[in-house]
């Protein structure tokens, strides 16, 4: 797949974003089943530059830049 899209698993995880050859590549929202969440930009499926992780429970977000 490439393009936008949205992807939920059954555990109540869920991406929301770009894909390339069917892997999270561009900009997009990966939040997991507790509420932590990634919001940035991605490449060949993982995590890889500017973004935000936001753990939740009152945690300040954290942006940077993920490698």
């Known amino acids: ?10 555990d109540g995880r869920r991406y929301e974003g770009s894909y390339k050859n069917d892997r999270k590549h561009g900009f997009g929202k ?6 932590r969440a990634y919001e ?11 973004g935000t992780y936001t753990a939740g429970k ?4 954290k942006t940077g830049i993920w490698v």
């Open 1 to 10: 797949m490439d393009g936008m899209g949205v992807y939920l698993w059954p």
């Open 30 to 35: 990966y939040t997991w089943s507790d509420g």
């Open 40 to 50: 940035g930009n991605w490449e060949n499926g993982k995590q890889h530059g500017q």
């Open 58 to 61: 009152g945690e300040a977000p």
